[in-house]
């Protein structure tokens, strides 16, 4: 099971037939939950041949809260000056939502794939409730 997080930039009148899939995943939430990996693996690959630019993180790996903010970090280039905690992972997915790093400009827009985050939150759940509002309200507000 994984976890799609996506920001894009505001779709036109046209988009349901110009954005089939990308639309269709964003038009209520930029959170989707995805209970079949097979669909999960084909949806990120259909973004990924769209021009989308997917960053897959393994949750079901992260043994403790200091792995979140390890593979963030790393996959997301955060500065060296990243504080590793959640405050810190909050200010960090704003600036990637505001182009300052971790954003390919060329992209038509940032999939953040969280797979088996459902492990990672059954054991750590103080730090995984929030990372999810937090990619929510972000990417809300690309």
């Not at 349901?16 to 930029?30: A, G, I, K, T, V």
């Amino acid at each position: 099971m994984g976890v799609s997080v996506g920001c894009v930039a505001v779709f036109g009148t046209d988009s349901r037939s110009e954005h089939p899939l990308d639309w269709q995943l964003m038009q209520d939430s930029f959170v989707s939950l995805f209970r079949e990996d097979d669909f999960l693996a084909a949806t990120t690959r259909w973004l990924g041949e769209h021009g989308y630019q997917v960053v897959t993180f393994d949750a079901g790996s992260w043994v403790e809260e200091a792995n979140l903010h390890r593979d963030f970090a790393g996959q997301l280039g955060f500065p060296d000056a990243y504080g590793c905690n959640l405050d810190a992972l909050d200010d960090c997915l704003w600036d990637v939502a505001a182009g300052d790093y971790g954003l390919d400009p060329d992209a038509a827009g940032l999939v953040l794939v969280i797979e088996r985050y459902d492990l990672f939150a059954a054991h750590h759940l103080r730090p995984a409730t929030p990372v999810r509002a937090q990619c929510t309200e972000t990417c809300g507000r690309c």
